[in-house]
T-cell receptor, first 116, second 114 residues
Framework: SQTIHQWPATLVQPVGSPLSLECTVE??????LYWYRQAAGRGLQLLFY??????ISSEVPQNLSASRPQDRQFILSSKKLLLSDSGFYLC???????????????FGPGTRLTVL | AQSVTQLDSQVPVFEEAPVELRCNYS??????LFWYVQYPNQGLQLLLK??????LVKGINGFEAEFNKSQTSFHLRKPSVHISDTAEYFC????????????FGTGTRLKVLA
């Protein structure tokens, strides 16, 4: 069966420090991968999505970036964190073309990021 | 472009009472519709989805939703709630082709009272 992992689970970072959040998926090949941010009291905002290795689409301009160095690995990064980067970050995957899970997204457990 | 509106930010309801969480969407193309539940500090879990076919969709934990194309709605219902249903519920839409990006509503916090 497929599983999705995110780490760390929680993170407290000072303003101006770098960031690296990792997401990995097991049990599937060539998934579509997504990064969302959930700010306090707000819905989920799509930040990035990827349809394949090295292919990243950005949904909103910001100081975050994403990379997909391997088929089932998706990384969210920042060179210098801002206070406004605080939030709950969720990674999700969707099956690729021909996969039975092509029509829905499956979410990881999330990373709670607090920027002080 | 698509958009999703969840009109109720919070819904308090007594245990064993029925509940309806409202979701309306806007789209110029065909969409898939989803309801997810989020417990505190956890990821999202799929409750149910509408892709095609019967407009009444049954999901996990006794929830169901009805797709109403004329009213562009996809309201979530449960005939009798439990304390354990206390959580945040998100409605989402995606296009039926392409990147299947989700557009989420802002969520409805369901609080079940004893």
């Amino acid at each position: 069966s497929q599983t999705i992992h995110q780490w760390p689970a929680t993170l407290v970072q000072p303003v101006g420090s770098p960031l690296s959040l990792e997401c990995t998926v097991e049990g599937t090949s060539n998934p579509n991968l997504y990064w969302y941010r959930q700010a306090a009291g707000r819905g989920l905002q799509l930040l990035f999505y990827s349809v394949g290795i090295g292919q990243i689409s950005s949904e909103v301009p910001q100081n975050l970036s994403a990379s997909r160095p391997q088929d089932r690995q998706f990384i969210l990064s920042s060179k210098k964190l801002l206070l406004s980067d605080s939030g709950f970050y969720l990674c999700a995957w969707r099956g690729g073309r021909g996969d039975p899970a092509v029509n829905e997204q499956f979410f990881g457990p999330g990373t709670r990021l607090t920027v002080l | 472009a698509q958009s999703v509106t969840q009109l109720d930010s919070q819904v308090p309801v007594f245990e064993e009472a029925p509940v309806e969480l409202r979701c309306n969407y806007s789209s110029s193309v065909s969409v898939y519709l989803f309801w997810y539940v989020q417990y505190p500090n956890q990821g999202l879990q799929l409750l149910l989805k509408y892709l095609s076919g019967s407009t009444l969709v049954k999901g996990i934990n006794g929830f169901e939703a009805e797709f109403n194309k004329s009213q562009t709605s996809f309201h979530l219902r449960k005939p009798s709630v439990h304390i354990s249903d206390t959580a945040e519920y998100f409605c989402a839409v995606s296009r039926t082709s392409g990147t299947y990006k989700y557009i989420f509503g802002t969520g409805t916090r369901l609080k079940v009272l004893a």
